[in-house]
């Protein structure tokens, strides 16, 4: 049997972003391209860069000619169902921005206007992705996608989160070929369960129009099928994998054990109640110290309740830190502490195990199904995850256990077994 | 008339970015560079000159012109690391006999509203520094911020001292009359000075300002208005840093001050210091003032203990106050201290406009992560005594 060609569509992806989502799609394509022909389209690549194995191609590096040439007697069909486009869009907001909406005509096909040399420079500016009018380019790099894919050979497309999800019909309907999407972190995580608007119709229409969905994880099947009402039988989940870390251990320069909170502070992640559950732990031992690590909208509050808490002189905060400093961090830290109210995966708490961190973390996140040893808790119950880290730090027999049932958990999450599972649901899409 | 004139001078000690990573480190808290060069830029627009006008003014006068001083513990700190010149300014100023040092906490701290034994040991402290550089042991207080309430002055009485300064706020003097010493309820030694609040915001504040119906103020015409005054003494004090720092050289603020003070000297009128205040007259009402009241802007505390991270902030540090203590070790004693100076707290006020930090977040962050790093720090000498003592019983 002859290898499958893949065309991936991606939106982040290392060197240039490296957010978890362009981590986990280079992940993804370096196993991938041991066992199929893989293409990778992204709106921006580092010019020059080359991957083993796999070619990627970033819009920004095209030119203007070339688009013009492809683009030749094409018209756009899968438009008129996402309606309104919001101008301004933060996945990470909770409500979705009202201004100035470009309203879509439902008449079915549209003929879009050819590339514009403008719609090309919206990937080569300096600006983030993520920033400015991100509906325009999430539309505009479905066009363009759609028209390039025409020139390529491939067997089925794979687009990774809602960025590229309109890519991916798109590339579908032009080509005939069938669409596997991939579910990283969807508007539920994001938003919580009320989330709707344009982003969420976008997820709901990509998943349901692709022959297959590819969850980060049990968990986040669940929210597919119960939240979006996608067919279950076309959903399978697949573990994100963790890239070995060069692992060391740091003598902290004070006596207290070290709980760690890890990631943006957003409703997402569940920062405040790693408050409460430090408040809960201090209550019953001093000798413990809590470091919340990273930034984002709560950050002012989060400082705010802590000392409303009075545990102002035992939690601390980091703000934004650098890989580097992550790791300083990860390799004098005693607990890991996730206390995520929706975590697709929740790929810190691996890398936090390869550091022989042992790990309390909620049950609605997916990297519960893979840590076997972790321990675990509703978000919600600030109690329990407060019993779990006092056993952790007081216990230095539980801490051995839960630390070498965690060393075993990692061996077995890696993107070689991911990509294994990966192409048999390839092979189960094309009927080979 | 007789007018009493106090300047209060004080720099803070800022913090650099004590970040979580410096916890157990025991680094130097304070930004020495920066609070180094402060002081020197300050010290030349302001301290220096000031200086230099008022020991004229006193010679000018054959010594008829008097003023008070309340200088803290942490400036001439800081003035014998960096501008010792400073001290010997000070000094000279001091040797005219013109001049009256008031007693303060020494680390400009908000000890008298969370812990009175501390008050009283940096009160201490302050007064044999103030004796040791200027040769007298002052008899009347200045609190930080002039905090001043009917606690405080009873225990500024316990500590017998003659006078304590307050500052007049309307809500405070009721109808008091505020040229008029006063006393607390059941303290009839200790007399309390009360600052006339209005006159002296005119020079403090309101003489640039350029929407004040009297702008600009002409020295001769603020001289008329302090003759006419009616009462005992007029009291009139502010922030020595008016001078040259908050209103620069520019606005004139040196020849106003030497033409206002010659012009009130001529027209007849009589500078007294506050002790001469306090033994020269009996006090004419009873002040009662039951929770404490401070001359910032609105007459309150808030912008010291307002918010929560303040709040934190200021339970945590007195906390530390008997484990600290326990160690008899003098430098972290000393260490500890120096973070109960108000500025700290005053950096994590929300509205503060004047901060050497990003936000009054981060001035938290930085103040709780070097507390934090002191508590470790006491924690280990408590241990290191502890082992020592099993030693010997042994």
Known sequence: MRRIKVLKLGWEFPPLINGGLGVACMGISRALAQKVDLSV????????????????????????????????????????????????????????????????????????????????????????????????????????????????????????????????????????????????????????????????????????????????????????????????????????????????????????KLVLFLGRLTAQKGPEFFLQIAAKVLEQTDNVRFV??????????????????????????????????????????????????????????????????????????????????????????????????????????????????????????????????MLRVYHHVLGW | MNISLTFHAHQPNRLIPYDFFKIGEHAFYEDDELNGRMLSEVAERCYLPANRLMKQLIELSDGKFKFALAISGVILEQAKYHRPDLITSFQELAETGCVEFLAMPYYASLASLYSTGEFAEQVEEHMDLIEELFGQRPTVLWNTGMLYSNAIAAQAYDMGFEGIMADGSSRMMKNLHPNELQCAPLIAKTKTIVRNRHLSNDLANRRVDPSWSEYPLSPYTYADWLGQQQGQVVNISMDYETLGERQPDTTGVFEFWRSMIMATLFAGNNFMTPTECVRSFDSTGTLDVPSPVSCSTFGTTTHWNGNVMQQEALKKIYDLENSVKDSEDRDMIHVWRKLQSADHFHYMEKSNGFTPYPSPFDAYIYYMNALADLQVRVKREAEIIHNAHKVTLA
């Open chain 1, 292 to 421: 919340m690590a990273g930034t984002g909208e709560k950050l002012r509050q989060l400082i705010e309740t802590g000392a409303f808490h009075g545990v102002g002189d035992k939690f601390h905060f980091t703000g934004f830190l650098n890989k580097q400093k992550v790791n300083e961090l990860l390799s004098m830290t005693d607990v890991y502490c996730m206390p995520s109210v929706s975590e697709p995966f929740g790929l810190s708490a691996l890398e936090a195990a390869q550091f022989n961190i042992p790990a309390v973390i909620s049950k609605q996140s997916g990297v519960a199904e893979v840590m076997k040893g972790a321990l675990k808790a509703d978000f919600w119950d600030v109690n329990m995850m407060a019993k779990h880290i006092v056993d952790l730090i007081t216990d230095e027999e539980l801490y051995k256990q839960v630390a070498e049932q965690s060393a075993q958990d990692i061996k077995n999450s890696n993107w070689e077994t991911a990509a294994d599972k």
């Open chain 1, 41 to 256: 389209i992204v709106p921006k690549a580092k010019p020059g860069a080359t991957y083993e194995g796999f070619g990627l191609i970033g819009i920004n590096n095209l030119e203007h000619r070339e688009m013009e040439t492809l683009e030749e007697g094409y018209t756009y069909e899968s438009f008129s169902v996402v309606g309104k486009a919001p101008v301004n869009l933060d996945p990470y907001a909770c409500e979705e921005g009202t201004p100035g909406n470009i309203v879509f005509t439902r008449e079915g096909k549209l003929l879009f206007s050819k590339v514009h040399k403008a719609d090309l420079d919206l990937f080569t500016s300096k600006e983030d992705l993520y920033a400015g009018d991100l509906a325009r380019k999430v539309i505009e790099f479905s066009k363009i996608c759609a028209v390039m894919a025409r020139s390529y050979d491939f067997d089925l497309v794979h687009a990774h989160d809602w960025m590229t999800y309109l890519a991916g019909v798109e590339v579908k309907k032009a080509t005939g070929k069938p669409l596997v999407v991939h579910l990283h972190a969807s508007q539920f995580d994001r938003a919580g369960a009320d989330a709707r608007g344009w982003i969420y119709d976008i997820e709901k229409y990509g998943m349901e129009q692709a022959d297959a969905v590819i969850p980060v994880s049990k968990y986040t099947g669940t929210v597919a099928a119960g939240h979006y009402g996608i067919d279950p039988a076309k959903i399978f989940p697949v573990h994100n994998g963790a890239d070995p870390v060069h692992v060391f251990h740091t003598k902290k320069k004070f006596p207290e």
